[in-house]
């Protein structure tokens, strides 16, 4: 062995590897006659931390430092001291090849960035990346014999960026679908089946409502069979398997599981460990939050349905009336309008129709305040002007009652009139039997609490058939558009809908066409038809 190649390859662990090649058996020969061209090129190799390969003649017999060494993997190192470079990387070759190719042809060098090769280097097949530049070694005589490879293994930094994106996407996803923890289960596996360093999910409850693998990504499958945690485990590998606790609460049993596997392209360590424990407590957390939203919905709804049955009045037991209720809020029974019909003596009705400030509990609680101090004065023989008097006194002293509208009447079968006062509320809509309309647009003043100079009423006289409908504004308010273009389409719908539906089914009728709009708004809507 040449004492310059000795002297080039110390200092090195690859040393050893060099020094035990028998130089003489490969197309280069003896190292100690070697060209120039190739002996600089061999120090320089071996003079420096950066990762360095050397390839000379037509085998492009091969030459590499420790920092090479390192893109070798588990093994290939150190076979691939001495070796022909196609032979090596013979799996990679249809990729790297036309490069060195290049380089001996033009005697220019190449550089590409992150580039994808797919290697067996380690046992598996492996994704790795490369930053590298191949550059021309030349003879003695100025021609190129050869081709150093300068490069930087940049698989962990794309993997790390990707895996990051994946955990953005899986975030953002989730931050609109935190209210049920099957929609939770179903848009989490819809993100992680199209990343690339996941190949299994499933996320199980006590009813599966995950996909599993990416081939079967439309398929429903049994959870089953995955292994399931005990109430407060943590999270289990099974092979190359996580196994992950949904848990909403350290205190609460876990409410399913999440099953990950990352790509078998990456090494199962600590980094593709970490990467899927991430993921998996993501999806626990959407859960637990998703399932506390549940919990306070249920909450909610149990709380508005007992306010609803305490201050909703049923259907009045005379089939001339027809009552609604819809409020804005889905997860609630009641919000702040309010309707009632209160039979009263010599076969009157007392009706009141009502619209405080605001929605949700704060306003049922308001409105519920104001219902029952309606009812108790109509009871009490008090007209509709008296009535609305006595609670603009009440609703002084009710938080939240300010400003509330009201509509106020007192129906008489016998005598055939509806007296009336408003207090700020939409007009009453009449429509008669002739199929003319008019507007209970009298007696009107400034909503509860507010300055007035005294409550006023009107009688209006009715005849057979004619219909009495009183609403509150959300079936005809929208917002940049003016009440009275509500009211012209309410007159509209309503005269249809009066030709083509029966009384039952008027009302629904009436909210489905007034609401297409997409409108959300309390309602209450109350239709009388006069016998």
């Not at 003079?47 to 093994?75: C, H, K, Q």
């Not at 580039?115 to 790795?128: A, C, K, Q």
């Amino acid at each position: 062995m040449a004492d310059w190649f000795s002297t080039a390859v110390r200092g090195q662990d690859c040393a050893e590897a060099a020094l035990r090649v028998d130089w003489g058996s490969t197309p280069l020969g003896d190292p100690a006659g070697w060209p120039l061209g190739l002996r600089s090129a061999v120090e320089l190799c071996f003079s420096t931390r950066f990762a360095v390969l050397v390839t000379w003649g037509p085998e492009l017999t091969m030459i590499y430092n420790d920092g090479y060494r390192d893109m070798l993997g588990s093994d290939l190192h150190p076979r691939a001291m001495g070796a022909a470079a196609p032979v090596l990387w013979g799996q990679i070759w249809d990729d790297v090849g036309p490069l060195f190719d290049e380089v001996m042809r033009s005697g220019l060098p190449t550089w590409d960035v992150d580039m994808p090769l797919m290697m067996n280097r380690s046992g598996f097949l492996e994704e790795t990346r490369f930053t590298f530049s191949y550059s021309p070694l030349r003879d003695d005589d100025g021609v190129v014999r050869g081709v150093m490879d300068i490069a930087t293994e940049t698989t962990d930094q794309v993997v790390d960026r990707r895996r990051m994106s994946t955990l953005s996407r899986l975030s953002t996803a989730l931050h609109g679908h935190r209210s049920d923890p099957s929609t939770v289960a179903r848009v989490a596996t819809e993100v992680l089946l199209e990343a690339e360093d996941v190949t299994e999910v499933d996320v199980s409850f006590d009813v599966p409502v995950g996909t599993v693998d990416r081939g079967a990504a439309d398929d429903q499958v049994d959870g089953a069979g995955s292994p399931q945690p005990s109430p407060g485990a943590q999270p289990v590998w099974h092979g190359p398997l996580l196994v992950a606790p949904l848990a909403p609460h350290p205190d609460r049993a876990a409410l399913g599981s999440i099953t990950l596997r990352g790509t078998d392209r990456r090494p199962l360590d600590e980094t593709q460990r970490a990467f899927l424990l991430l993921l998996a407590t993501t999806v626990s957390n959407a859960v637990a939050e998703a399932d506390e939203h549940r919990r306070r919905v249920t909450h909610l709804r149990s709380v508005s349905d007992t306010l609803q049955r305490a201050m909703v009045p049923d259907t009045p037991s005379s089939p001339r009336w027809q009552v609604r209720y819809r409020p804005a809020d889905d997860n609630l029974s009641v919000g702040g309008d309010w309707f009632d019909v209160i039979e009263l003596s010599g076969g009157r009705f007392g009706l009141v129709v009502g619209d405080c400030v605001g929605h949700g509990i704060g306003a049922a609680a308001s409105m519920g305040r104001l219902s029952s101090a309606g009812r108790a004065v109509l009871l009490a023989g008090s007209g509709p002007a008296h009535t609305l008097s006595m609670l603009d006194d009440f609703a002084r002293t009710v938080p939240g009652a300010e400003n509330a509208t009201v509509f106020c009447g007192i129906v008489d079968p016998q005598a055939m009139t509806l007296t009336y006062s408003s207090a700020g509320h939409p007009p009453g809509l009449l429509l008669a039997a002739d199929g003319s309309t008019t507007w209970l647009a009298e007696a009107r003043s400034v909503p509860l609490t507010l300055p007035h100079r005294g409550r006023t009423e009107h009688e209006t006289t009715l005849t057979p058939g004619d219909l009495v409908l009183l609403y509150t504004d959300g079936l005809v308010e929208r917002r940049d558009t003016r009440l009275r273009t509500g009211l012209e389409r309410l007159a509209t719908v309503a005269g249809a809908a009066r030709a083509e539906t029966s009384l039952d089914a008027l009302p629904e009728r009436l909210m489905d066409d007034m609401l297409a709009d997409g409108a959300r708004d309390d309602v209450a809507l109350v239709v009388y038809r006069a016998g």
